[in-house]
C-alpha cells in the first residue's frame, strides 16, 4: 500500500455505514413515508455516492473530513434524494401555460362537484351495479348512460375506457372482417399514438380510403361502397386542419348514403362539444347533438376533452347498436370504474342544469372574456412584491389544446416575468420545483404567465409562489 492509498482507505473508514444512517434522525422521518425497504436502498446509493466522491475530492488533496460531518451531510444528502423522489409523483400543479386541454398535465380539471362526488363515491361502498329501488342488481353506467343519451339526442349511450377505445370497440363489433370506407383527408394521427388507420388495422376491418388529402366527395363514397361494405366512418381530424380548396359531404348526405345502402355512419368526434362553442371561435368542433340530429348512427368521443370530464370513451347512438356493444366481449375489457362514472355523471349534471359555464372549469377557462383577464392579470402584477422579479402586460393568446381546435387563438393578457440573476429557463426550473409547483410558458426568453388556466382559488397561490421566488 502507498502512501497515497493509505490515507485514502484512512478516510474512507470514516465513512459511516448504511447501518449508521439507518439510525439517523433523517433516515427514522424518511421511513415513515418511504418504507424500511426503499430508505434501505435510497440509504445505499446515497452511502456509495459518497464513498465515490471521497475517492474523488482525496485525489484532488482535500483531507479535512470527520466522521460527524460526514453524517450529517450523508442524512442531508437522504432526506434530499427522498424529496427528490416524491417530487416524481403524480401531484397537483397550477397550469399558467394557458393550454386549456393540456394533456402532459391531465387534460381536463374536473368541476367542483364532480371532485366532491369523487371522493364521497371512493371512500365508501356505492351503487355501482346496484339498483336502490329494489335492491337487486343494477346496471353499471346506467345513470350516467342516460344523461348523456339525454343531452345528445341520442337513442341509447355506452362508456368505456377513452375515446381511442371506443374507436377500436366500434369498429370491432360492426367492421372485423368486413369494409371500412374512410376519406383519405381523415386518416389522420392524433396526439402521437392514436393513428386512425393503425386502429382500423387493428380491428380487424379492412379500410377502403376514398377522395384526396384535400377533397373528398359523394361519390368518391358511393362508388366504393361493396357487399362487404359494413360501415363509413367519418373521423374529425382535430389537431389537423387543411385549409382553402378542401370539401367533404356534408354529415346528412353521408348518412343516407349509408342508409340507403345498409350500412353504418359511424363519427369518431374526438373532443366533441355537447353545446356549440362556435360563438368562441371552435365552430370547427362537432356538437354531438348535431352528429345524431344529421343522421350518424353512432358517434364516439373524449371524456376528457371539450367535455370537461375524466378519461373516458363516450358512445352514443341508435339503441340497437349500441346494445350490441355493450354485449361484445371487448366491451368487458374496455369498462370503465365506479370513479369515471362518477366524474361523468356529475359533468353531466352540469350540462343539464345549463351551467357548463359556470361549473365546468374547462368550459368556464373558454369562455373567460378577455377583459376579466386583463383585469385578474393587472391585480396579480400590482401584488408580485419581489425585488429580483420584474413583470410586465403583453396581449397574447390562450389555446385550447388536447388536439381541439389547433388553429383556435383565444385573446388573453399575459404576465411576462424576468428574473434579476437568473435566465427564463432557471425562473422557468425554479416556479416548478415551487410548492405548488408551477408550470409556465416560455417565450423569447420571457417567463409568461396565462391566468386563463389558473383557478381563482390558485391564483392566491401562485402569489405566494412569486413573492418567494429567491
Ligand atoms: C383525441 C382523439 C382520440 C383519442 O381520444 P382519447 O380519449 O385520448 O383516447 C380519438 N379520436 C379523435 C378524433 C380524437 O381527437
Known amino acids: 500500500m502507498n502512501e497515497r492509498q493509505a490515507e485514502d482507505s484512512s478516510v474512507l473508514r470514516m465513512l459511516p455505514s448504511i447501518d449508521e444512517l439507518l439510525n439517523t434522525v433523517a433516515a427514522a422521518r424518511v421511513e415513515g413515508e418511504s418504507g424500511v425497504k426503499r430508505l434501505t436502498l435510497l440509504a445505499r446509493e446515497v452511502v456509495d455516492s459518497m464513498r465515490a466522491e471521497l475517492r474523488g475530492s482525496f485525489a484532488n488533496g482535500r483531507r479535512e473530513y470527520s466522521r460527524e460531518v460526514l453524517l450529517s451531510e450523508l442524512e442531508q444528502r437522504l432526506a434530499d434524494a427522498w424529496r427528490?423522489?416524491?417530487?416524481?409523483?403524480?401531484?397537483?400543479?397550477?397550469?399558467?401555460?394557458?393550454?386549456?386541454?393540456?394533456?402532459?398535465?391531465?387534460?381536463?380539471?374536473l368541476s367542483a362537484n364532480a371532485a366532491r362526488a369523487l371522493a364521497e363515491t371512493a371512500s365508501g361502498y356505492c351503487t355501482l351495479e346496484f339498483d336502490i329501488e329494489s335492491g337487486r342488481r343494477?346496471?353499471?353506467?346506467?345513470?350516467?348512460?342516460?344523461?348523456?343519451?339525454?343531452?345528445?339526442?341520442?337513442?341509447?349511450?355506452?362508456?368505456?375506457n377513452n375515446c381511442a377505445?371506443?374507436?377500436?370497440?366500434?369498429?370491432?363489433?360492426?367492421?372485423?372482417?368486413?369494409?371500412?370506407?374512410v376519406s383519405r383527408g381523415e386518416l389522420v394521427e392524433i396526439g402521437g399514438?392514436?393513428?386512425?388507420?393503425?386502429?382500423?388495422?387493428?380491428?380487424?376491418?379492412?379500410?377502403?380510403?376514398?377522395?384526396?388529402t384535400n377533397k373528398t366527395r359523394l361519390s368518391d363514397y358511393e362508388e366504393t361502397i361493396s357487399e362487404n361494405t359494413a360501415m363509413?366512418?367519418?373521423?374529425?381530424?382535430?389537431?389537423?386542419?387543411?385549409?382553402?380548396?378542401?370539401?367533404?359531404p356534408p354529415l346528412a348526405e353521408l348518412a343516407e348514403t349509408a342508409h340507403k345502402k345498409g350500412l353504418i355512419l359511424f363519427e369518431d368526434a374526438g373532443s366533441g362539444a355537447l353545446n356549440s362553442l362556435a360563438e368562441f371561435g371552435l365552430g370547427d368542433e362537432p356538437v354531438i347533438a348535431d352528429s345524431i340530429a344529421g343522421g350518424v348512427d353512432i358517434v364516439s368521443f373524449s371524456g376528457d376533452k371539450l367535455l370537461g370530464g375524466s378519461q373516458a370513451g363516450l358512445i352514443v347512438g341508435k339503441r340497437e347498436l349500441i346494445e350490441r356493444v355493450r354485449k361484445h366481449p371487448l366491451y368487458r375489457a374496455l369498462r370503465v370504474d365506479k370513479l369515471s362514472y362518477t366524474v361523468i355523471q356529475?359533468?353531466?349534471?352540469?350540462?343539464?342544469?345549463?351551467?357548463?359555464?359556470?361549473?365546468?372549469?374547462v368550459i368556464r377557462m373558454i369562455t373567460m372574456p378577455a377583459d376579466e383577464l386583463s383585469v385578474r392579470a393587472a391585480d396579480l402584477l400590482g401584488k408580485i412584491a419581489n425585488k429580483n422579479l420584474s413583470a410586465e402586460l403583453f396581449l397574447g393568446n390562450s389555446v385550447i389544446g388536447g388536439g381541439a381546435a389547433p388553429s383556435v387563438r383565444l385573446e388573453t393578457t399575459l404576465i411576462?416575468?424576468?428574473?434579476?440573476?437568473?435566465?427564463?429557463?432557471?425562473?422557468?426550473?425554479?416556479?416548478?420545483?415551487?410548492?405548488?409547483?408551477v408550470i409556465a410558458r416560455i417565450e423569447d426568453d420571457k417567463v409568461l404567465i396565462d391566468l386563463r388556466t389558473v383557478s381563482s382559488e390558485e391564483e392566491g397561490e401562485l402569489l405566494g409562489v412569486l413573492v418567494k421566488i429567491g
Request: proline share 4%; charged share 25%; no cysteine.
Open 165 to 181: 377505445a371506443a374507436a377500436f370497440l366500434v369498429l370491432t363489433v360492426f367492421a372485423s372482417g368486413r369494409e371500412v370506407i
Open 346 to 361: 356529475s359533468t353531466l349534471e352540469s350540462y343539464a342544469r345549463g351551467r357548463a359555464s359556470e361549473e365546468v372549469p
Open 84 to 109: 427528490a423522489e416524491r417530487r416524481a409523483r403524480l401531484q397537483r400543479v397550477i397550469n399558467a401555460t394557458g393550454v386549456i386541454v393540456h394533456t402532459n398535465l391531465g387534460r381536463s380539471p
Open 232 to 248: 363509413i366512418v367519418r373521423v374529425h381530424p382535430s389537431n389537423y386542419k387543411i385549409i382553402g380548396f378542401t370539401s367533404t
Open 138 to 160: 343494477g346496471r353499471r353506467g346506467r345513470y350516467a348512460e342516460q344523461r348523456l343519451a339525454e343531452l345528445t339526442g341520442a337513442e341509447a349511450a355506452v362508456i368505456v
Open 416 to 437: 411576462a416575468l424576468t428574473h434579476k440573476n437568473a435566465s427564463a429557463d432557471e425562473l422557468g426550473q425554479m416556479l416548478r420545483s415551487a410548492d405548488p409547483p
Open 193 to 212: 399514438d392514436f393513428r386512425v388507420p393503425d386502429v382500423l388495422s387493428q380491428s380487424g376491418a379492412i379500410m377502403r380510403e376514398v377522395g384526396t
